[in-house]
């Protein structure tokens, strides 16, 4: 009897230890002999959420008030899910997501912001006023073109005067606060003066009353060289206003050995009527601007230092002799729109031309034309030309084929003469064929 006394008071002291944190009202003073052993039911506290620093997981957690060694806790990892997206200048959102096994625990959500991304420039662009006014920087962002930095400066300028026989130059330069803008510079040539100085000018009434008087112009004399500047217009002392200058006397340069630039305005409609500027061997530069009508007969005949000729749409005629036996001139380029109607003969004759290409309104291509251009390779001819005059091509001694823009019906019309002496032309290639001579 006594042992089993001792068992069952083992046994009380056991459950009570263990019952304890449970009951805590139960009446100590009474101990009583349990029957069955009483479940302890948690009591437990706050679940706390702790996320990693990452955010990529988070441990819920929760505690057995009545003993802190009850302790459920889980560790999940997250979702992200961006909400807003973020903009050049604007934080987005994004989220963290998760969700528990554990009832117990409420799915958490975490919100983060996500940095602005800044624009993304792309490379900056400079314009320039027509004028050379100022100068605009601007550069625009490739997430949005509306994002635009743009910045206007007016420049500094540097100038150096021209003179008759220098060209001045303008410098402008700018510089934009906007560290992202490179500083600019544009040069700008400016034409040196009209050679009053060394051009004699005569005054020719009006012979109509529907004329107008005008100034024709020549050399002073043949010593004069360097450049020529002809004016569009000048004013004698007795002229109220300015009058246009409009002709180049005959022979007005001619054998001006000396001579390297001559710029020729639009005003002049004729440059001579004969020999205006032959024999200016050291003629380099001709600038022939738009208006120019008339080259005249021989006009630039031996002008050995030619290299290169622009003609402008507004010239008719290419002169008869105009640029024979220009020893150097290697290219002859009509303008666009071109007005010659007749490339007159001997034009280009004993030239060094390599290729030409005739201009679209030329109906006839004048006897030796380009006769004795031994290195004419290369020449086009459009289906306006009906005539080609004698001896055209004679003793273009490279020539092999040309360039028809007609049919070969329409080259068979074309009026020949004997245009190709000399030359070792055997095929015209036309739009529909080749023709083999
Ligand atoms: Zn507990
Ligand atoms: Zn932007």
Redesign the pocket.
């Known amino acids: 009897m006594k042992k089993v006394s001792i068992i069952l008071f083992a046994l009380f002291l056991a459950f009570s230890t263990f019952a304890g944190?449970?009951k805590k009202n139960e009446n100590k003073e009474t101990p009583v002999t349990p029957e069955t052993p009483e479940t302890?039911?948690?009591?437990?506290g706050e679940v706390t959420y702790t996320w990693s620093s990452d955010n990529l997981s988070c441990t819920a957690t929760r505690v057995?008030?009545?003993?802190a060694s009850?302790k459920e806790e889980e560790t999940k990892a997250a979702t992200y899910k961006v909400s807003v997206e973020a903009e050049c200048e604007k934080e987005g959102k994004g989220t963290y997501t998760v969700s528990f096994t554990n009832e117990a625990f409420a799915s958490q959500v975490k919100e983060v912001s996500i940095s602005a991304l800044g624009h993304d420039w792309e490379g900056a662009t400079y314009e320039w006023a027509e004028d050379y006014s100022s100068c605009t920087a601007t550069r625009v962002c490739s997430r949005d073109h509306e994002h635009v930095e743009t910045e206007t400066i007016e420049p500094t300028l540097n100038q150096k005067l021209p003179t008759e026989d220098e060209d001045g130059l303008n410098t402008y330069t700018v510089t934009f606060q906007n560290a992202a803008f490179t500083s600019q510079t544009e040069e700008v040539l400016v034409p040196s003066l009209p050679t009053l100085s060394k051009l004699e000018f005569t005054y020719h009434a009006p012979e109509t009353e529907d004329d107008e008087a005008y100034y024709s112009v020549k050399a002073l004399n043949t010593e004069i060289s360097g450049r020529v500047t002809i004016p569009l217009t000048y004013k004698g002392e007795s002229d109220e206003e300015a009058i246009q200058v409009t002709r180049i006397d005959a022979e007005g340069f001619r054998n001006c050995a000396e001579i390297t630039y001559v710029n020729i305005p639009g005003s002049i409609d004729t440059i001579g009527s004969d020999y205006a500027f032959a024999g200016c061997e050291k003629l380099e530069t001709l600038i022939l601007n738009e208006g120019i009508k008339v080259v005249g007969r021989r006009a630039f005949q031996n002008c050995y230092s030619l290299k290169s000729l622009y003609l402008p749409a507004s010239l008719e005629s290419t002169g008869r002799q105009g640029f024979q036996s220009c020893q150097t001139l290697e290219t002859v380029i009509f303008a666009e729109g071109s007005n010659v109607s007749i490339i007159e003969s001997n034009s280009f004759a004993n030239t060094i031309l390599k290729e030409i290409i005739i201009p679209n309104k030329v109906v006839e291509i004048g006897g030796n034309a380009f006769y004795n251009c031994e290195l004419l390779e290369k020449i086009t001819i459009p289906d306006t030309v009906t005539k080609i005059g004698t001896n055209a091509f004679n003793y273009c001694t490279n020539l092999t084929a040309i360039d028809y823009e007609g049919t070969k019906e329409q080259w068979s019309n074309i009026a020949l003469s004997d245009g190709w002496k000399g030359s070792s032309l055997t095929t015209i290639h036309c739009s529909d064929g080749d023709i083999t001579l």
Request: proline share 0%.
């Open positions: 944190c449970k302890h039911t948690h009591d437990w057995c008030k009545g003993d009850h």
